[in-house]
């Protein structure tokens, strides 16, 4: 049986990097991360692979890194500004990130965008004629006038 003992590479900075063992506890990876990559301890750090995965480490203390991050993988540094209505800001900690992966910066940038998800959903129900579907209208709040007109006179 043998164990895989290899390490991630994280950048951040002026396109520094540094290697981190992931065989230990998510908190442990984070509190070295931060030591290394000198972050201040109020700062929400996380690490976001190359396809634009955050890993949110922060939200998995008492689990392994090793089953968050995947060995011999490159992460990039991200500061977690966490939201009280709506998605998360990530804001990566890797200077010039626009200029190296801009793919992934458009990515990051898509995740705080707010979801257009019901908008969607809604535009499915609507029938092909273009009106809203039966189902649609009985989920639809009336307006003014439709309450209007259904007021005894």
Same mark, same amino acid.
């Given at each position: 049986?043998?164990? *895989?003992? @290899?390490?991630?590479? !994280?950048?951040?900075? &002026? ?5 981190? #063992?992931?065989?230990? @506890?998510?908190?442990? %990876?984070? &509190?070295? =991360? ?5 972050? $201040?301890? &109020?700062?929400? =750090? &996380?690490?976001?692979?190359? *396809? /634009?995965?955050?890993?949110? %480490?922060? /939200? ?19 500061? !977690?500004?966490?939201? *009280? #209505?709506? $998605?998360?800001?990530? =804001?990566?900690?890797?200077n010039?990130?626009?200029?190296? #992966? ?5 990515k %990051? ?6 979801s257009?998800? #019901? ?10 004629? /273009? ?23």
């Amino acid at each position: 049986m043998s164990l *895989d003992q @290899s390490f991630i590479v !994280v950048k951040y900075g &002026d396109d520094q990097e540094a290697l981190f #063992n992931p065989w230990c @506890s998510t908190q442990t %990876l984070v &509190d070295w =991360i931060r030591r290394k990559c000198e972050c $201040p301890k &109020d700062v929400v =750090i &996380d690490l976001v692979d190359l *396809d /634009g995965q955050v890993k949110n %480490l922060s /939200g998995s203390s008492e689990e392994y890194a090793n089953e968050l991050v995947t060995g011999r993988e490159t992460y990039i540094l991200i500061h !977690v500004e966490k939201a *009280d #209505n709506g $998605p998360n800001r990530y =804001i990566p900690l890797l200077n010039n990130i626009e200029k190296i #992966n801009p793919e992934l910066m458009i990515k %990051l940038n898509n995740m705080a965008r707010p979801s257009t998800r #019901n908008k969607r959903e809604r535009t499915k129900k609507m029938s092909r004629s /273009g009106k809203p579907s039966k189902l649609e209208s009985s989920l639809k709040r009336p307006t003014s006038t439709e309450r209007r007109s259904k007021q005894p006179k």
